[in-house]
C-alpha cells in the first residue's frame, strides 16, 4: 500500500541552523508529494509540493526534491527562525486522497 | 470568513454520548475529507466524498459515520463516543487546480 515515514522528533535547533527531515514513501505509480506545516493551534498549510520525479517544490527558504531513485522527498532549509517552530507533515497524494507521515517537531532555540 | 469552517473548535463530551462535528467551505471543491490526528500518528483519513452523492470510508472509519449535505457540508458523527476516540478532527477540501484547503480542526475530548 501507500504509506509515507518520516524522521522522529522532535528535532531542536538553534536559530540559523540548517535544517534537514527526512521523509520516505512506499507508492503504487508515481504520485505527488507535498510539505504541510502545522502551527501550534491551527489546521495544516501547505508549505510545498513536486508532481513528478526530479522536481524541487521551494517556499519560503524550504526546499525539497522529488527523488524517484530512493523515493525520498527530504525537506531542507539552510537558516531556521524561531518562526519555524511548528510540526512539519510529509504526504503523498493517490487516487485524490492525501496519506500523510506520522509528523516531526521542530523547535528553534534563539 | 475562513475557507472551510469547523464547528466546534473543542468540544468536551462524555463516553456514550452522541456527537456531530460539523464542516463547511466556500471553496466550491466538490471533494470533501474527514481526517483524525493523533500525537505521533500523523493524519488518517476517516472518510471522504467526491461529490454530494459520493461516500467512502478511510482506514479508520469504524465508529464513525458522515454526512453529505451539500456540495459545501460534510458532517462527521460519533453515534456512542469513546475515549479513545479523543484526537483532533480535521476537515479538509480539495480540486485539482486549487489543491487541499484545511479548516482549523475540532479538538474533542472524551470522558
Known amino acids: 500500500g501507500n504509506s509515507v515515514t518520516q524522521m522522529e522528533g522532535p528535532v531542536t535547533l538553534s536559530e540559523e541552523a540548517f535544517l534537514t527531515i527526512n521523509c520516505t514513501y512506499t507508492?503504487?505509480?508515481?504520485?505527488?508529494l507535498f510539505w504541510y506545516v502545522q502551527y501550534p493551534g491551527e489546521g495544516l498549510q501547505l508549505l510545498l509540493k513536486?508532481?513528478?520525479?526530479?522536481d524541487k517544490g521551494s517556499n519560503k527558504g524550504f526546499e525539497a526534491t522529488y527523488r524517484k531513485e530512493t523515493t525520498s522527498f527530504h525537506l531542507e532549509k539552510g537558516s531556521v527562525q524561531v518562526s519555524d517552530s511548528a510540526v512539519y507533515f510529509c504526504a503523498l497524494e493517490y487516487g485524490n486522497k492525501l496519506v500523510f507521515g506520522a509528523g516531526t517537531i521542530l523547535r528553534v532555540k534563539s | 470568513d475562513a475557507d472551510v469552517t469547523q464547528t466546534p473548535r473543542n468540544r468536551i463530551t462524555k463516553t456514550g454520548k452522541r456527537i456531530m462535528l460539523e464542516c463547511s467551505q466556500t471553496?466550491?471543491?466538490?471533494?470533501m475529507y474527514w481526517y483524525r490526528q493523533d500525537p505521533g500518528l500523523g493524519l488518517q483519513l476517516i472518510y471522504y466524498?467526491?461529490?454530494?452523492?459520493?461516500?467512502n470510508k478511510g482506514e479508520i472509519s469504524d465508529g464513525y459515520s458522515v454526512s453529505r449535505q451539500a456540495q459545501a457540508k460534510f458532517s462527521l458523527s460519533l453515534e456512542s463516543a469513546i475515549p479513545n476516540q479523543t484526537a483532533l478532527y480535521f476537515c479538509?477540501?480539495?480540486?485539482?487546480?486549487?489543491?487541499?484547503?484545511f479548516g482549523s480542526g475540532t479538538r474533542l475530548t472524551v470522558v
Open positions: 466524498s467526491f461529490d454530494v452523492k459520493d461516500i
Open positions: 479538509a477540501t480539495s480540486d485539482s487546480g486549487d489543491g487541499y484547503t
Open positions: 471553496k466550491g471543491h466538490d471533494r
Open positions: 513536486a508532481t513528478k520525479a526530479d
Open positions: 507508492a503504487t505509480g508515481y504520485p505527488s
